[in-house]
């Protein structure tokens, strides 16, 4: 495994799937929880595999305020913090990170994600679920050079063509 920006929707997902998950995910099929139970327990057992987070602390603070210390994927989060490698964001005034114009339509709580992701030049890759917002900016990325990991592709795909 290589370094990763990690949407939380992975965290949420995987924490739902996993055996002791005091909650369930309702939109996915179990099937579908399980490969990214699957991806994040690989993940962490990856010594090599490093969480990289911005300098703000916004993606970790956004983990802590949806997960519980309960959760598998905030268990996970907390083992690598060790390892974690930090890039530089920028934010605005009302605490949205800055990105490039060109991704100025994308979603305001995902920019630090996105801010990290363009940060770190290719060196990871932004890692997701089920939000399919990382669609709609997908060739923007790869034209930059920049990687996303789509752990549930045929099923996001799917569901981006329904809402489009």
């Not at 268990?75 to 005034?93: G, N, Q």
């Not at 490039?100 to 339509?105: I, N, T, Y």
């Amino acid at each position: 495994m290589a370094d990763h920006i990690v949407d939380t929707n992975v965290l949420l997902v995987a924490s739902a799937a996993h055996p002791y998950s005091p909650f369930a995910d309702s939109d996915l099929p179990l099937e579908q929880q399980q490969v990214v139970l699957d991806w994040l327990a690989a993940f962490r057992e990856d010594a090599s595999g490093r969480m990289v987070w911005d300098t703000g602390w916004k993606i970790h603070q956004e983990y802590r305020n949806k997960l519980t210390d309960q959760d598998f994927g905030l268990l996970v989060v907390t083992e690598k913090m060790a390892s974690a490698r930090f890039v530089e964001v920028s934010y605005d005034s009302t605490g949205a990170a800055i990105v490039p114009a060109e991704f100025g339509d994308f979603d305001r709580s995902d920019r630090k994600l996105l801010a990290s992701l363009l940060a770190d030049g290719g060196q990871s890759s932004l890692v997701n679920a089920t939000d399919t917002d990382w669609l709609e900016i997908e060739d923007r990325l790869l034209a930059r050079g920049l990687r996303l990991e789509l752990l549930l592709e045929r099923w996001l795909r799917a569901k981006y063509a329904e809402k489009h």
